[in-house]
């Protein structure tokens, strides 16, 4: 019957590319190879999230009125909306957190020297795309947490150098976090950066597909030096690896879903008194911590400006390293890049440690 | 007549503000009194322009020490400083003190000028206390305005430093009336001894500890029962009236009920008057603890089975609260969305308190219709908190099952995975 399907189709678009594609399509095998599954593992949690944010949008009501009572109705009172909730919750923190290990180790193997600059630089804007939906995604329970750490979050914004005030009201839809922000974060998270992100994806997944997977600088080396290069097929010897590591994921969720419910909190109150203990969501929390550490004044500007700015020309540097690092262009080991990529890793994990159980 | 201003200025709680009076107006520049009292060696006379020193509402708006006692401030020796053609009065003391004060805080024109919103009805509110009435008896001993205000060294009402601050006023009466040997010529209407342990038992109360540990500067001392100025013991059927002014919804159901007829000293029959503790259930009803117990008892006693059937309301209401609260926090701990049950649990608790309310009626048809209402909120909490309980089971049941299959899958596919491997 399914062959009949195929078949029926083959003859009507022809197949062949696609079968010989399957057919040829190798990935390597080598030490690193472990590395490879994180980018399908990360595709799969945000097509996880698409599915369960879907589901959440039949009840959800993007209002500073309704909006937390929606929630409130889809955990206690839609079928089965508690796990959507929790499970689209928790695999938006796994997502961010994958797609932080999928960004090192990229970097740590080389893998966006030439020729496959454009991949990087896609992936680059992904990483940043799915910080954005996190952001926004975090204050659409309209709950008291997430309203006052998205008030800190949009005015670190407006500490942009020229841009910083008509940057927060952009954001903000006006000078303060109201029902106009819920609305803005709303249409940006369930419409703008799903069209961008999709399209993003789908170049990023041309990109990978077209030039293959990348190899260590080691193993290209000793491939050059005419060694031969042991590869897998990715049909369906690879893909039943990815699927397996899937499967895992889907557990962990499920786990996690179930004995952690994802806290709904308490209604945000606009003219409440800040609750102790506001922090943003842990993948800002480094940046968070850091700008508090900073003294009000430095170089005589406004110490949150210069974090501000720095942070900017961190992320800048990072976009573009494939046209820095010259040493991995030619395929050669570049051990100042390595050095630079595991002080951020270090520093990003030993700052999130500590703003997250600073008071 | 310094003295006297300063008095009266704290006895009102408001202050004069800054600004000097033509009334005792000071000439700036050398004060004669303070140039000789501090080098005086009797601590009493040297002590005064020491405390005048310190802050004082009247010295910060311009007063001295001649608007109060008189005599010449320019003067260089004594006896043209003493003189009694400048005025000199000396310390003011007993009614001196009431007409110096008075001279300046009962005229509303003045005030106007320094404290425009303070009261100048001082010195008539004496006049109707007990205070007030025995000084006007020749009675020195008693109370005047410096006994509470101070006299030199006055500080505003909202000073915490204040003697007349809340949280001190109790102190300051204290000082007075918790001494035996001060108030051993005083007696009571029946001709027994005035009692000294008002202050000792006030500190037990729940009054005491609300100001002292709870910062509630609302909550009574001494003068909030017995009125400041025109302090008094607050007459015996008055007593309702008085604790009705804090707890008006208490005295409104005392009211109705059959023991304001009988109740000679109202609240304070059951609650007591200086050491009022914190009410509890135990009170009611007819057990070991309980008050009702004291006039009513047996079966065929009416008030002692209305009191057992209040009690018994109250604590099954408390009891199905309780059970409910820890229901419903286990499913909270464990994740679950109990906001709703919360709300009916604080709905359920406000009928608590309403029954205990009005229980002051002393009407236990009306309270045990308050407390079956609370009882169905209750029970429709507890319904929804064994569902909760219920759909946790579900949730745990659902995820080892769904974690099985999930299991098998991993194991068929790393199966197959090796047998692809071993086939390449």
Request: charged content about 20%; aromatic content about 10%; overall charge positive.
């Amino acid at each position: 019957m399914m062959q009949q399907v195929v078949d029926w189709i083959d003859e009507r678009i022809d197949l062949s590319g696609i079968r010989h594609f399957i057919a040829e399509k190798g990935v390597p095998i080598h030490t690193q190879k472990i590395w490879y599954y994180l980018g399908g593992l990360t595709l799969f949690l945000f097509a996880v999230q698409i599915v369960t944010g879907i589901l959440l949008l039949l009840y959800y009501r993007p209002s500073a009125a309704e909006a937390y009572e929606s929630v409130q109705f889809i955990v206690s009172d839609v079928e089965f909306g508690w796990l959507i909730r929790n499970i689209h919750s928790w695999s938006a923190n796994l997502l961010i957190a994958v797609a932080f290990a999928h960004f090192f180790s990229v970097f740590l193997l080389k893998s966006y020297r030439k020729p496959r600059e454009l991949t990087w630089l896609t992936g680059m804007v992904l990483l940043f795309l799915m910080l954005a939906f996190g952001f926004s995604g975090y204050l659409l329970p309209w709950n008291e947490l997430s309203f006052f750490a998205t008030k800190v979050g949009t005015a670190i914004g407006g500490a942009v150098p020229l841009v910083g005030r008509f940057l927060l009201r952009l954001i903000r839809g006006g000078d303060d976090v109201t029902g106009a922000t819920l609305s803005r974060f709303y249409g940006l998270h369930v419409a703008v950066l799903p069209a961008i992100t999709t399209a993003f994806v789908a170049l990023h997944l041309l990109l990978v597909q077209r030039q293959g997977m990348s190899v260590p600088i080691e193993v290209e080396q000793r491939v050059k030096a005419g060694e031969r290069l042991r590869q897998m097929p990715f049909f369906p010897n690879y893909i039943l690896r990815e699927v397996l590591a899937w499967y895992v994921a889907l557990a962990i969720l499920a786990a996690l879903a179930a004995f952690y419910p994802w806290k709904l909190g308490k209604k945000a109150e606009l003219f409440a008194v800040v609750p102790p203990g506001i922090r943003p969501e842990w993948y800002f929390l480094a940046m968070f911590h850091t700008l508090k550490l900073l003294p009000s004044h430095m170089l005589g500007f406004e110490g949150e400006r210069v974090g501000v700015i720095a942070f900017g020309l961190s992320a800048l540097f990072f976009v573009l390293v494939p046209f820095l690092d010259a040493r991995s262009s030619r395929s050669e080991r570049s051990p100042l890049f390595t050095a630079l990529a595991v002080f951020a890793l270090v520093y990003l994990v030993t700052f999130t440690i500590i703003g997250y159980f600073a008071k | 007549m310094f003295i006297a201003l300063r008095i009266f200025l704290a006895v009102s709680g408001l202050s004069l503000v800054t600004a000097s009076v033509a009334v005792g107006q000071t000439p700036a520049g050398r004060n004669a009194c303070v140039s000789c009292h501090t080098r005086l060696t009797d601590s009493r006379l040297a002590k005064p322009p020491e405390l005048f020193a310190q802050p004082d509402i009247h010295r910060e708006s311009g007063f001295a020490c001649v608007d109060c006692h008189g005599g010449d401030l320019a003067a260089t020796e004594k006896t043209r400083a003493h003189d009694a053609a400048h005025g000199f009065k000396g310390k003011p003391a007993g009614q001196t003190v009431i007409t110096t004060c008075v001279r300046c805080h009962s005229d509303a024109a003045l005030m106007r000028r320094f404290a425009p919103r303070q009261r100048v009805d001082q010195a008539i509110e004496y006049a109707t206390s007990v205070h007030g009435k025995r000084l006007a008896a020749g009675d020195t001993k008693v109370a005047t305005c410096a006994s509470c205000h101070g006299a030199h060294g006055i500080r505003r009402v909202k000073d915490a430093k204040s003697p007349v601050f809340p949280t001190n006023v109790a102190r300051t009466c204290a000082s007075c009336h918790a001494s035996k040997q001060h108030m051993s010529s005083y007696t009571l209407a029946d001709g027994t001894p005035l009692p000294t342990n008002q202050f000792a038992e006030y500190q037990k109360s729940v009054h005491y500890a609300a100001l002292t540990k709870g910062d509630d500067l609302s909550a009574p001392s001494c003068n909030a029962c017995h009125g400041n100025h025109g302090a008094a013991p607050p007459g015996v059927g008055s007593v309702a009236n008085v604790c009705g002014t804090c707890h008006a919804v208490f005295a409104q159901k005392f009211e109705a009920s059959v023991h304001r007829q009988i109740f000679d000293k109202g609240c304070v029959e059951c609650h007591g008057n200086h050491a009022v503790l914190k009410p509890s259930d135990e009170m009611l009803g007819t057990g070991a603890h309980a008050i009702c117990a004291t006039c009513h008892s047996g079966a065929d006693d009416k008030g002692a089975v209305a009191a057992d059937r209040m009690r018994g309301d109250i604590d099954r209401l408390k009891g199905a609260i309780d059970g409910t609260s820890a229901l419903v926090a286990h499913v909270k701990n464990a994740g679950m969305e109990v906001s709703a049950q919360e709300l009916a649990l604080a709905e359920a608790r406000s009928h608590l308190t309403l029954g205990r309310t009005e229980m002051h009626a002393s009407d236990a048809v009306r309270v045990d219709a308050i407390i079956q209402e609370g009882l169905t909120i209750v029970t429709g909490a507890d319904v929804a908190g064994q569902r909760a309980v219920g759909e946790l089971k579900f949730r745990r049941t659902g995820l080892a099952i769904s974690l099985g299959a999930i299991m098998l899958v991993v194991v068929a596919l790393g199966l197959k995975i090796r047998q692809l491997d071993r086939q390449a």
